[in-house]
């Protein structure tokens, strides 16, 4: 029963395409993360925001940007799709910084 | 630079036994750890949280422990069963939520 929904599931898309990401949650959490996790690796941050108008890059910001416009909406756009940006895409979101992540089911991302 | 290492063999057991991964890290000092439950394809899904000032703690058929001299993490699955398959991750958060690290996990498989 997942309270934050990423779209789409799977998307292959051409090298040079703009896309975007969609992450919405229905918890009324401030704090919304971005994350990419490559098979059997580590879940690295690409940008996270702590409410409405904040956004701020993490470690790997991968050409990409995201928006805070309302609350339960976080989406991350790639303005230009290259073959090193094929991954999964995660979007978690949290009530308090010390409390746990609910994350999204993900979305599966190549690039050809 | 700060890590975490979770052994990136796979531990295969039993059902019925009790599983025990491990966490360990350097260069980190957490305010709490986290442990996160991931099935193939999926975004990870919260388990515990321990904080730096507590030793221990259970839920349910889960217990993990934690030791900041060490700087390492014990996760136990009592009585584990076929369902509990999956990979188990630690994560590390600071005491403002500034900044999580995620390991990369452990593999678990318990067969029937």
């Known amino acids: 029963e997942a309270d934050i929904y990423q779209t789409p599931r799977y998307l292959v898309i051409g090298t040079g395409k703009k896309i975007t990401l969609e992450c919405s949650q229905t918890m009324g959490h401030d704090k919304m993360y971005w994350y990419q996790q490559d098979p059997g690796m580590e879940l690295h941050l690409i940008h996270y925001?702590?409410?409405?108008?904040?956004?701020e890059k993490g470690d790997l910001s991968s050409e990409s940007t995201v928006s805070r416009i309302r609350t339960e909406h976080f989406p991350l756009t790639l303005e230009s799709a290259r073959p090193s940006h094929t991954s999964q895409y995660l979007c978690?979101?949290?009530?308090?910084?010390?409390?746990?992540?609910?994350f999204g089911s993900g979305t599966r991302l190549t690039v050809v | 630079s700060q890590k975490i290492e979770q052994n990136s063999e796979a531990l295969n057991i039993q059902e019925g036994k009790t599983a025990t991964l491990t966490c360990n890290y350097t260069n980190y000092s957490p305010a709490y750890l986290q442990w996160y439950r991931q099935d193939p394809g999926r975004g990870p899904v919260f388990l515990l949280l321990i904080r730096e000032n507590e030793k221990e703690k259970r839920k349910e058929r889960l217990k993990v422990t934690f030791d900041t001299t060490l700087k390492q993490s014990l996760f136990h699955i009592t009585a584990s069963q076929p369902a509990d398959s999956a990979t188990y991750l630690c994560a590390l958060g600071d005491t403002g939520g500034f900044k999580t690290i995620f390991g990369a996990g452990t593999r678990l498989f318990v067969k029937a």
């Open positions: 925001s702590y409410g409405v108008n904040s956004t």
């Open positions: 978690a979101s949290r009530a308090h910084s010390n409390y746990g992540y609910t």
